[in-house]
């Protein structure tokens, strides 16, 4: 089936050490995003990225760092030098252009980060 | 600010009774998209309405916009147990560099109560 797999689900970091959030889509989608959730809150946008080997900052990307080196997958570097880690990541895709871009936003299931 | 303000911020009804929801916003938009979020899950699109549409259904859904109140409705009827969750609002405002990015709200917390 076509979707977007997180992984890990759930992921404990110590710290001042940096993790990686994978995501992972085979919708033939060109637009990737992270977005980051806090408890009762809305998404904000971490970075997104319209095309290979391009991508664009978020309102909260200090701290976070991303590549796009195929299509298909877009991870995200959680750094030691974000301040407050702790929260639920999400990542998303779209299709730009064409008949198909109708807007929606297709999610993964997230990933639950805790620094401990 | 860029993204849409839900009213109220938790509904809390009846199995069968209806659910409105509101989204109000301050800037001029393309389209005005509907996500619901199970606990702990990834959102999931419901419906999305165009800056030149007035009303849209999907099955038990409505929505609603009135671009110069700058504000949109959610509407779910017959609600079910199966409704509860969080309703987001999300605006993609006309492209800037480029981009096309989609701002969500805050979010309706609904729960359904058999």
């Known amino acids: 089936d076509g979707g977007i797999t997180q992984s890990p689900k759930y992921l404990f970091r110590k710290e001042g050490q940096n993790v990686t959030l994978s995501c992972e889509q085979n919708?033939?989608?060109?637009?990737m995003y992270w977005y980051r959730q806090d408890p009762g809150q809305g998404l904000r946008l971490i970075y997104y990225s319209q095309i290979v080997n391009d991508f664009q900052k978020g309102d909260i990307a200090e701290g976070y760092s991303v590549s796009r080196e195929k299509k298909e997958s877009f991870p995200l570097t959680v750094t030691s030098a974000q301040k407050n880690p702790t929260a639920f990541y999400l990542c998303a895709s779209r299709p730009t252009g064409g008949p198909s871009n109708t807007g929606e936003l297709f999610f993964g299931e997230g990933s639950r980060l805790t620094v401990l | 600010s860029q993204q849409g303000e839900e009213d109220p911020q938790a509904l809390s009804i009846q199995e069968g009774e209806n659910a409105t929801m509101n989204c109000s916003y301050k800037t001029s938009i393309n389209n005005l998209q509907w996500y619901r979020q199970n606990s702990g899950r990834g959102l999931v699109h419901l419906i999305l309405?165009?800056?030149?549409?007035r009303e849209k259904h999907s099955g038990r859904l409505r929505v609603t916009l009135d671009t110069s109140k700058k504000s949109s409705s959610l509407l779910i009827t017959a609600s079910r147990a199966a409704d509860t969750a969080s309703y987001f609002c999300a605006l993609t405002h006309p492209i800037i560099q480029g981009a096309q990015k989609l701002v969500f709200g805050q979010g309706t917390r609904l729960t359904i109560n058999p």
């Open positions: 919708l033939n989608h060109d637009a």
């Open positions: 309405i165009r800056s030149n549409e």
